[in-house]
């Protein structure tokens, strides 16, 4: 333990206090880990548990949203008895893709969204512009700052039970997807929301559902996959991405999870596709890695992979005692024992802390502040050019007026 004052001031928001002994180390793990919450009221064990420092981020579903008319009220007040416990702030965050996957229903008073498939149809942009506009603004009023959204697996495969058969991918073709993903994370941007694109590296092509089991995509996976990633992280359209748990051995000779693979997340993402962002795990609860791999191998192989932020959703049968105190011990040990380098815990703490940075600096306040920045020059510029023109009349010679003859009558 060493004792400090830590005091964290990021963008328009500033956060508490964390006094008297404070192990860096206990800091740095709880920014890597994300719970889910139970119920639509105060999780308090959540609520002890942010106000530790163990876990810094949380995530919303369904079951988190009131069935009442005041639904909105309560999530915003939710959002903030939360945020305002956490020592650094918060990623509250939801699967907010729009149609099959949409959380905040039309029958709880929310506003009507659209599938990425139907968005894809459309012969514009005009569909996907104004729906991802809505759930942002939305997002950003119940005080939600992640979205895991866009989806840019390709549906390449239509009889996929997980992306295809449920709308979640706007195009077969990779340029139509980078284009409508970079929409929804430039409208997402605007409010100041964190858009997590997914599944890394790729879940379009799959014949089966992680979340029920290992699905191997060696044998239908295609390069091409990758290109609405690449080209999103080239053209910096990129906050956050979500690995997927689908086993490629194309990528991964060893037939590791994505999720718990060094060569998916490190080899291929971090050094030879350039992308230094935040990555995401998808729920580590998915049968995909709970039924094939122990809480503490998971654990373990994620982060060495490169995994900075670990999702425990809370919402399979027998996985509510992944709690973030437990999982935060977990890695913690780890570390102590060397199964997992310190230097790999600070390396997620630097990518975490630059994407914290940014909360609540929204585009459309960075256009307000550059107007008026503008709009200061303008002034100026016509200030000077008011006493430039003045100079230039002192300094003319006055022709002088013509007499008029008087005209005799």
Known sequence: ???????????????????????????????????????????????????????????YFENNIPKSASAFTAIKKMSWTYQKAAPIPLFISIDEEGGRVNRL???????????????????????????????????????????????????????????????????????????????????????????SLKHFPGHGSSQADTHLGLTDVTNTWEPRELKPFQSLIDSGYVDAIMSAHIVNKKIDRKGLPGTLSKSVIDSLLRKKMRYQGVIFS????????????????????????????????????????????????????FVASGEIPKARIDESFRRIMKLKKNLGTSQLEKLKYENQKLMQLVNQRTVELKKANEEIEKLTPKKKKAKKKKVKS
């Open 282 to 333: 998808d729920a580590m609860e998915m049968k995909a890695i709970a039924a094939n791999y122990g809480l503490e191998e998971a654990i373990k192989l994620a982060i060495n992979a490169g995994i900075d932020i670990l999702c425990f959703a809370h919402n399979a049968q027998g996985m509510e005692e992944h709690t973030g105190d437990g999982v935060h011990a977990l890695i913690k040990k």
């Open 105 to 195: 229903k039309e029958k709880y008073g929310f506003t009507r969204t659209i599938s990425a498939a139907n968005a894809g149809k459309s012969k514009t942009l005009d569909s996907v512009r104004f729906y991802s506009e809505a759930t942002a603004s939305t997002l950003a009023g119940l005080g939600i700052n992640v979205n895991f959204a866009p989806s840019v697996d390709l549906a390449s495969n239509p009889t996929n039970p997980i992306i295809a058969k449920l709308g979640r991918s706007f195009s077969a073709k990779e340029d139509s997807v980078t284009l409508l993903a970079r929409e929804v994370v430039k409208q997402h941007r605007r409010f100041g929301v964190v858009t």
């Open 1 to 59: 333990m060493i004792k400090k004052l830590l005091y964290f001031s990021f963008g328009f928001l500033c956060f508490t206090q964390v006094e008297a002994q404070v192990d860096s180390l206990d800091v740095k793990i709880g920014q890597m880990i994300l719970v889910g919450v139970r119920s639509s009221q105060i999780d308090t064990a959540v609520l002890d548990e942010i106000r530790a420092g163990k876990i810094g981020s949380i995530i």
